[in-house]
Protein backbone atom coordinates (compact mmCIF):
# COMPACT_ATOMS: atom_id res chain seq x y z
CA UNK A 1 0.00 0.00 0.00
CA UNK A 2 1.41 3.15 -1.38
CA UNK A 3 1.02 5.78 1.78
CA UNK A 4 2.71 9.49 2.46
CA UNK A 5 2.69 10.47 6.13
CA UNK A 6 3.87 13.90 7.07
CA UNK A 7 5.18 14.95 10.50
CA UNK A 8 6.12 18.03 12.05
CA UNK A 9 3.48 20.27 12.39
CA UNK A 10 2.14 22.14 15.53
CA UNK A 11 2.14 25.50 16.92
CA UNK A 12 4.90 27.98 17.15
CA UNK A 13 5.58 31.73 17.19
CA UNK A 14 5.72 34.55 14.39
CA UNK A 15 8.97 33.94 13.08
CA UNK A 16 9.84 30.72 14.37
CA UNK A 17 10.82 27.80 12.24
CA UNK A 18 9.19 24.67 11.42
CA UNK A 19 10.18 21.49 9.59
CA UNK A 20 7.95 19.08 7.70
CA UNK A 21 8.91 15.79 6.68
CA UNK A 22 7.10 13.70 4.43
CA UNK A 23 7.88 9.55 4.64
CA UNK A 24 7.11 7.76 1.64
CA UNK A 25 6.47 3.83 1.28
CA UNK A 26 4.95 1.49 -0.83
CA UNK A 27 6.89 2.72 -3.41
CA UNK A 28 9.99 4.41 -5.08
CA UNK A 29 9.37 7.94 -5.46
CA UNK A 30 12.93 8.76 -6.45
CA UNK A 31 11.57 9.39 -10.36
CA UNK A 32 9.15 10.95 -9.72
CA UNK A 33 8.24 15.16 -8.41
CA UNK A 34 6.81 15.66 -5.23
CA UNK A 35 5.05 19.02 -3.25
CA UNK A 36 3.58 20.76 -0.80
CA UNK A 37 0.25 21.77 -0.79
CA UNK A 38 -1.93 23.60 2.33
CA UNK A 39 -5.41 24.48 2.76
CA UNK A 40 -7.27 26.40 5.43
CA UNK A 41 -11.02 25.64 6.13
CA UNK A 42 -13.34 27.06 3.88
CA UNK A 43 -10.64 27.57 0.61
CA UNK A 44 -9.17 25.49 -2.01
CA UNK A 45 -5.89 23.42 -1.66
CA UNK A 46 -3.02 25.64 -2.68
CA UNK A 47 0.39 24.81 -4.16
CA UNK A 48 3.67 25.63 -1.80
CA UNK A 49 6.22 24.49 -3.14
CA UNK A 50 7.44 21.58 -5.47
CA UNK A 51 10.67 19.58 -6.32
CA UNK A 52 12.15 17.94 -9.28
CA UNK A 53 12.68 14.03 -8.97
CA UNK A 54 16.41 14.58 -8.78
CA UNK A 55 15.75 17.65 -6.41
CA UNK A 56 17.82 19.92 -8.65
CA UNK A 57 14.84 21.83 -9.94
CA UNK A 58 12.44 23.63 -7.47
CA UNK A 59 9.34 26.11 -7.56
CA UNK A 60 7.85 27.89 -4.58
CA UNK A 61 4.54 30.22 -4.20
CA UNK A 62 5.60 33.85 -4.66
CA UNK A 63 3.88 34.16 -0.80
CA UNK A 64 6.67 31.73 0.52
CA UNK A 65 9.49 32.30 -1.57
CA UNK A 66 13.02 33.22 0.62
CA UNK A 67 10.97 31.63 3.28
CA UNK A 68 10.59 27.45 2.90
CA UNK A 69 12.97 25.59 1.24
CA UNK A 70 12.03 22.12 -0.12
CA UNK A 71 14.26 18.84 -0.05
CA UNK A 72 14.38 15.45 -0.88
CA UNK A 73 16.47 11.99 -0.27
CA UNK A 74 15.50 9.68 -2.64
CA UNK A 75 18.24 6.94 -0.53
CA UNK A 76 15.35 7.65 2.42
CA UNK A 77 12.07 7.97 0.07
CA UNK A 78 11.41 11.34 2.18
CA UNK A 79 11.35 15.00 1.38
CA UNK A 80 11.27 18.07 3.13
CA UNK A 81 9.96 21.51 3.90
CA UNK A 82 11.78 24.04 5.73
CA UNK A 83 9.40 26.98 7.04
CA UNK A 84 11.58 30.10 8.42
CA UNK A 85 10.10 33.07 9.21
CA UNK A 86 6.89 31.51 9.51
CA UNK A 87 3.70 34.04 9.22
CA UNK A 88 0.38 34.09 10.65
CA UNK A 89 -1.11 33.90 7.56
CA UNK A 90 1.32 30.10 6.89
CA UNK A 91 -1.48 28.66 9.32
CA UNK A 92 -2.75 25.41 7.41
CA UNK A 93 -3.23 21.73 6.91
CA UNK A 94 0.02 20.95 5.05
CA UNK A 95 -0.29 18.42 2.66
CA UNK A 96 2.52 15.96 1.27
CA UNK A 97 2.17 15.26 -2.64
CA UNK A 98 4.04 12.81 -4.84
CA UNK A 99 3.60 12.27 -9.20
CA UNK A 100 2.81 9.12 -10.98
CA UNK A 101 4.23 10.64 -13.71
CA UNK A 102 7.97 10.26 -14.59
CA UNK A 103 8.61 13.86 -15.92
CA UNK A 104 11.72 16.58 -16.48
CA UNK A 105 10.37 19.54 -14.11
CA UNK A 106 7.70 19.21 -11.67
CA UNK A 107 3.99 20.96 -11.42
CA UNK A 108 2.23 23.47 -9.41
CA UNK A 109 -1.57 22.09 -10.13
CA UNK A 110 -2.82 19.80 -7.87
CA UNK A 111 -4.40 17.81 -9.90
CA UNK A 112 -0.94 16.67 -11.32
CA UNK A 113 -0.34 15.20 -8.31
CA UNK A 114 -1.79 11.57 -7.73
CA UNK A 115 -1.11 10.60 -3.98
CA UNK A 116 -1.53 12.68 -0.71
CA UNK A 117 -0.94 12.39 2.83
CA UNK A 118 -3.36 13.15 5.43
CA UNK A 119 -2.27 16.59 6.45
CA UNK A 120 -0.19 18.39 9.14
CA UNK A 121 -1.69 21.13 11.35
CA UNK A 122 0.92 24.25 11.14
CA UNK A 123 -0.34 26.72 13.75
CA UNK A 124 1.72 29.99 13.55
CA UNK A 125 0.46 32.58 16.67
CA UNK A 126 1.11 36.08 16.22
Known amino acids: QVQLVESGGGLVQAGGSLRLSCAAS????????MGWFRQTPGKEREFVAA????????TYADSVKGRFTISRDNAKNMNYLQMNSLKAEDTAVYYC???????????????????WGQGTQVTVSS
Open 26 to 33: GRSFSTFP
Open 51 to 58: INWSGGLT
Open 97 to 115: AASNEVRVGMSRLVNDYYY
